[in-house]
């Protein structure tokens, strides 16, 4: 299943593990959810949601053609909380897609401020469940295919003032060459510009035990 690799590098940067509990919201069309079933040697369970009934029907079937047995698909609104706890939490909301301009160029015409603005706020609904989701010594990993900071370095600062018992990653430590030029703290904004591939933005956040 073809992705960028931006996209390749957000089921990696949450490192699942063989045998742990891992919930990919906004899962469809599923290139995430079968990438992560995949590192996991499709042992244990990922439970992919998706709210839009015909979409999951298509999850389903790409899960069954990827042979990622150990997805279960789940008709939710990714905005409600879950009750089962899990190891592993990826949250890669809808965006803006201001980092894909390159095979999407009609994205450029949709975008408006008021329109990040609406989207900013249902990807903070969606990543409050999934933080209401991760396990104490969990890991969550947000992602947006995009460069607005609305969306990226300014929304997890808000999230991580309200929610206390989480903490930023370093990851920029780890990968230096996809440090943020706007944004001084440890996530990574890759630059179609400057990394041949999409644009992405990418925080992992751990919930404190």
């Known amino acids: 299943m073809p992705q960028s690799r931006a996209s390749m590098l957000v089921s990696r940067l949450l490192v699942p593990e063989p045998g742990e509990r891992v919930l990919d919201l906004c899962a469809a069309p599923g290139g995430k959810t079968t990438h992560l079933a995949a590192l996991m040697d499709d042992r244990e369970l990922v439970v992919a949601v998706e709210r839009h009934p015909g979409r999951a029907r ?9 042979r990622a ?3 279960r698909v789940v008709v939710d609104d990714a905005t409600e909380p879950l009750s089962e706890r899990f190891d592993r939490v990826l949250v890669d909301p809808p965006c803006s897609g201001l980092g894909t301009l390159q ?12 329109a990040i603005d609406e989207l900013a706020g249902l990807q903070l609904r969606i990543l409050a469940a999934g ?20 969306e990226s370095e300014v929304l ?7 929610h206390r018992e989480f903490e930023a990653d370093d990851l920029v430590g780890e990968h230096p060459q996809w440090a943020n030029p706007r ?12 990394d041949g591939t999409d644009g992405f933005f990418i ?4 919930r404190g035990r």
Do not use: K, N
């Open 183 to 194: 944004d001084s703290a440890r996530h990574l904004q890759l630059l179609p510009h400057r």
């Open 203 to 206: 925080a992992r956040l751990r």
């Open 131 to 150: 933080a209401a989701a991760t396990r104490p010594g969990g890991v969550l990993v947000y992602s947006v295919c995009t460069i607005s900071s609305a």
């Open 156 to 162: 997890i600062a808000r999230f991580l003032r309200e």
């Open 58 to 66: 298509s999850l389903e079937q790409t899960c069954a053609r990827m």
């Open 103 to 114: 095979s999407r160029p009609d994205r450029r015409w949709r975008a408006s401020r008021e």
């Open 69 to 71: 047995s150990c997805a």
